[in-house]
């Protein structure tokens, strides 16, 4: 039996692609289908989002990844986008990611390579910017890797640290945030490999292991997270791809599944989506197979709510693709799709 109701999603897509902005739909439980029911185009690019839920209502934010970087914020209560206020800059260049932190919007700056912070006022609006912590460093990568490139940011299930992942450094930066001052500092750093680019991290449920994805070499590196201490620890490499596989290949996101048994990465040039088995420890992967994501580019991967669908952001093909997941193995099993122009991410409410 499927998922009963109804609910609702939202898509990130490139304005300076064809994409249509923010785009609002409704979820059938039963299917996991995905019908439009409007849009906005109120802010450029808006590539990824977040949501937060108040007493107001729910409030959805998006990053425009521009050259002079901003963040919005959305009401979505009605079938469209409508913004609340204007859009803030981010003090930072060409922001990639957002998430919400202790009443706080952190967003990581690709191209100036820095994490700023925003406070969230009242009814939901963000405020200027109170704090940009500025990433130092470089890679060995000739064109990639010539100073830092923050691409992720996100609080740790204890909401204690806010990790930035640094795809310019191989570099993952544990922080505090100081609720008071709006301010980010420095707590550690855990180097990976020498030009992996690490790109995405995901948490294990269990809250004890991290996943961080890898966009310069197609692998995962499985890490160790003690939340107490806030230290990351690197543990090994795991392909995210078969072997024999040729070309440029550049994974994008990462995803665990709720029972903490699967993982799921999407491969950009492979248009794939992989299988990856977690063992009891948390702490080795294991590729099963790899399937094709449904379209061209998935920029972005993410689960429904209830954990038993994945959906797949296809930036290049211009839709998003939704599979049904066999519980006992992880393979997901293409169910349909719906068209969006360059689709840049995807997330439920």
Same mark, same amino acid.
């Given at each position: ?20 902005g923010i785009i609002a739909a409704v979820v059938d439980g039963e299917t996991g289908g995905l019908s439009e029911t409007g849009a906005s185009d109120a802010l450029a690019d808006p590539s990824y989002l977040a949501l937060a839920t108040g007493p107001g209502g729910t409030v959805l934010y998006a990053v425009s990844e521009t050259e002079e970087g901003a963040v919005a914020a959305f009401d979505v209560d009605g079938p469209s986008p ?74 740790? !299930? ?10 310019? @450094? ?19 750093? @855990? ?13 294990? !449920? ?14 995962? @590196? ?61 702490? @080795? ?65």
């Amino acid at each position: 039996m499927g998922d009963t109701g109804v609910g609702r999603a939202f898509i990130g897509s490139f304005t300076s692609a064809g994409g249509r902005g923010i785009i609002a739909a409704v979820v059938d439980g039963e299917t996991g289908g995905l019908s439009e029911t409007g849009a906005s185009d109120a802010l450029a690019d808006p590539s990824y989002l977040a949501l937060a839920t108040g007493p107001g209502g729910t409030v959805l934010y998006a990053v425009s990844e521009t050259e002079e970087g901003a963040v919005a914020a959305f009401d979505v209560d009605g079938p469209s986008p409508r913004p609340i206020g204007a859009r803030v800059p981010v003090c930072g260049e060409g922001p990639t990611h957002l998430a919400l932190a202790s009443g706080h919007l952190v967003t990581a700056n690709y191209s100036s390579g820095s994490v700023s912070v925003l406070p969230i006022g009242g009814a939901g609006e963000p405020g200027a910017a109170t704090g940009v912590l500025q990433h130092e460093g470089t890679g060995p990568h000739p064109e990639r890797q010539r100073g830092p490139h923050a691409h992720h940011v996100l609080p740790d !299930p204890t909401g204690r640290w806010v990790l930035a992942v640094d795809l310019g @450094t191989d570099r993952v930066r544990i922080c505090a945030l100081d609720t008071g001052a709006g301010e980010l500092s420095l707590h550690g750093e @855990t180097a990976l490999r020498p030009g992996t680019g690490p790109r995405h991290l995901a948490f294990h !449920p269990a809250g004890s292991h991290a996943y961080v994805l890898n966009e310069l070499e197609p692998t995962l @590196t499985v890490c160790r997270w003690d939340a107490d201490a806030g230290v990351l620890e690197p543990l090994g490499e795991t392909s995210v791809l078969p072997d024999g596989v040729e070309g440029p290949v550049y994974p994008s996101e990462v995803v665990v599944s709720h029972d903490g048994r699967h993982l799921w990465t999407a491969n950009r040039g492979h248009d794939s989506i992989a299988v990856l088995a977690l063992d009891e420890s948390r702490e @080795t992967a294991e590729l099963v197979t790899t399937v094709p994501c449904g379209g061209r580019w998935p920029r972005d991967l993410a689960l429904d709510p209830a954990g038993r669908r994945l959906y797949a952001a296809n930036e290049r093909s211009g839709d998003v693709t939704w599979f049904d997941i066999d519980p006992d193995t992880g393979v997901p099993h293409r169910a349909g799709s719906l068209a969006a122009p360059a689709a840049s991410c995807v997330i439920f409410a």
